[in-house]
Nanobody
Framework: VQLQASGGGLVQYGDSLRLSCVAS????????VGWYRQAPGKERELVAI???????KYADIVKGRFTISRDNTKNTLALQMNSLIPEDTAVYYC?????????????????WGKGTQVTVSS
Protein backbone atom coordinates (compact mmCIF):
# COMPACT_ATOMS: atom_id res chain seq x y z
CA VAL A 1 0.00 0.00 0.00
CA GLN A 2 1.21 3.52 -0.77
CA LEU A 3 0.37 6.39 1.54
CA GLN A 4 0.25 10.12 0.91
CA ALA A 5 -0.26 12.53 3.79
CA SER A 6 -1.33 16.14 3.56
CA GLY A 7 -2.71 18.95 5.65
CA GLY A 8 0.31 20.12 7.59
CA GLY A 9 1.10 23.75 8.12
CA LEU A 10 2.04 26.54 10.48
CA VAL A 11 -0.47 27.26 13.23
CA GLN A 12 -0.54 29.02 16.55
CA TYR A 13 -0.80 27.68 20.07
CA GLY A 14 -4.32 26.41 20.71
CA ASP A 15 -5.27 26.13 17.04
CA SER A 16 -6.61 23.07 15.28
CA LEU A 17 -5.37 21.23 12.21
CA ARG A 18 -6.59 18.21 10.31
CA LEU A 19 -4.20 15.83 8.61
CA SER A 20 -5.36 13.50 5.88
CA CYS A 21 -3.80 10.46 4.30
CA VAL A 22 -4.84 8.74 1.11
CA ALA A 23 -3.91 5.12 0.58
CA SER A 24 -3.65 3.18 -2.63
CA UNK A 25 -4.81 -0.39 -3.01
CA UNK A 26 -8.07 -2.25 -2.83
CA UNK A 27 -7.63 -3.85 0.57
CA UNK A 28 -7.26 -0.73 2.68
CA UNK A 29 -9.96 -1.91 5.09
CA UNK A 30 -7.81 -4.89 6.06
CA UNK A 31 -4.93 -2.73 7.28
CA UNK A 32 -4.26 -1.24 10.65
CA VAL A 33 -3.39 2.42 10.12
CA GLY A 34 -2.11 5.32 12.09
CA TRP A 35 0.11 8.30 12.59
CA TYR A 36 3.65 8.71 13.84
CA ARG A 37 5.62 11.90 14.24
CA GLN A 38 9.22 12.99 14.52
CA ALA A 39 10.31 16.22 16.14
CA PRO A 40 13.73 17.73 15.47
CA GLY A 41 16.40 15.86 17.36
CA LYS A 42 13.98 13.25 18.62
CA GLU A 43 13.05 9.73 17.69
CA ARG A 44 9.99 8.95 15.69
CA GLU A 45 7.05 8.27 18.03
CA LEU A 46 3.56 6.85 17.88
CA VAL A 47 0.74 9.40 17.86
CA ALA A 48 -2.37 7.34 17.20
CA ILE A 49 -3.20 4.02 15.58
CA UNK A 50 -6.39 2.24 14.62
CA UNK A 51 -6.93 -1.42 13.84
CA UNK A 52 -8.99 -2.66 10.94
CA UNK A 53 -11.73 -3.38 13.46
CA UNK A 54 -11.66 0.04 15.04
CA UNK A 55 -9.46 -0.43 18.12
CA UNK A 56 -7.62 2.79 18.86
CA LYS A 57 -4.50 3.67 20.78
CA TYR A 58 -3.29 7.20 21.46
CA ALA A 59 -0.05 8.46 22.87
CA ASP A 60 -0.70 9.87 26.33
CA ILE A 61 0.43 13.34 25.31
CA VAL A 62 -2.29 13.64 22.66
CA LYS A 63 -5.19 11.93 24.44
CA GLY A 64 -8.21 14.18 24.56
CA ARG A 65 -6.78 16.52 21.93
CA PHE A 66 -6.28 14.34 18.84
CA THR A 67 -8.79 12.07 17.12
CA ILE A 68 -7.93 9.44 14.55
CA SER A 69 -10.51 8.28 12.04
CA ARG A 70 -10.69 6.30 8.83
CA ASP A 71 -13.03 6.07 5.88
CA ASN A 72 -12.63 2.71 4.20
CA THR A 73 -14.93 3.72 1.34
CA LYS A 74 -12.46 6.43 0.35
CA ASN A 75 -9.21 4.72 1.45
CA THR A 76 -8.42 7.60 3.75
CA LEU A 77 -7.46 8.20 7.32
CA ALA A 78 -7.40 11.44 9.20
CA LEU A 79 -5.98 12.98 12.33
CA GLN A 80 -7.94 15.82 13.86
CA MET A 81 -5.62 17.79 16.09
CA ASN A 82 -7.08 20.28 18.53
CA SER A 83 -5.54 22.46 21.22
CA LEU A 84 -2.17 22.28 19.53
CA ILE A 85 0.92 23.09 21.56
CA PRO A 86 4.49 23.81 20.44
CA GLU A 87 5.50 20.30 21.54
CA ASP A 88 3.31 18.97 18.73
CA THR A 89 5.71 20.46 16.20
CA ALA A 90 7.01 17.59 14.10
CA VAL A 91 6.87 15.85 10.78
CA TYR A 92 3.80 13.62 10.81
CA TYR A 93 3.73 10.31 8.95
CA CYS A 94 0.80 8.11 8.14
CA UNK A 95 1.52 4.42 8.51
CA UNK A 96 -0.07 1.08 7.77
CA UNK A 97 0.47 -2.58 8.46
CA UNK A 98 -1.51 -5.76 8.34
CA UNK A 99 -0.78 -6.20 12.02
CA UNK A 100 -2.22 -3.77 14.58
CA UNK A 101 0.37 -4.80 17.14
CA UNK A 102 3.15 -4.12 14.66
CA UNK A 103 2.15 -0.46 14.62
CA UNK A 104 2.90 -0.15 18.34
CA UNK A 105 6.61 0.03 17.58
CA UNK A 106 8.12 2.10 14.78
CA UNK A 107 10.48 -0.75 13.86
CA UNK A 108 7.45 -2.94 13.24
CA UNK A 109 5.71 -0.63 10.79
CA UNK A 110 5.71 -1.97 7.26
CA UNK A 111 4.38 0.97 5.26
CA TRP A 112 5.29 4.62 5.71
CA GLY A 113 4.00 7.59 3.83
CA LYS A 114 5.98 10.73 3.20
CA GLY A 115 5.66 13.13 6.07
CA THR A 116 3.85 16.40 6.39
CA GLN A 117 5.25 19.20 8.53
CA VAL A 118 3.24 20.59 11.42
CA THR A 119 4.64 23.65 13.17
CA VAL A 120 2.97 25.18 16.21
CA SER A 121 4.15 28.60 17.27
CA SER A 122 3.84 29.81 20.84
Amino acid sequence: VQLQASGGGLVQYGDSLRLSCVASGRTFNSYAVGWYRQAPGKERELVAIMSSGGRIKYADIVKGRFTISRDNTKNTLALQMNSLIPEDTAVYYCVADHSYSALWQKDGVHYWGKGTQVTVSS
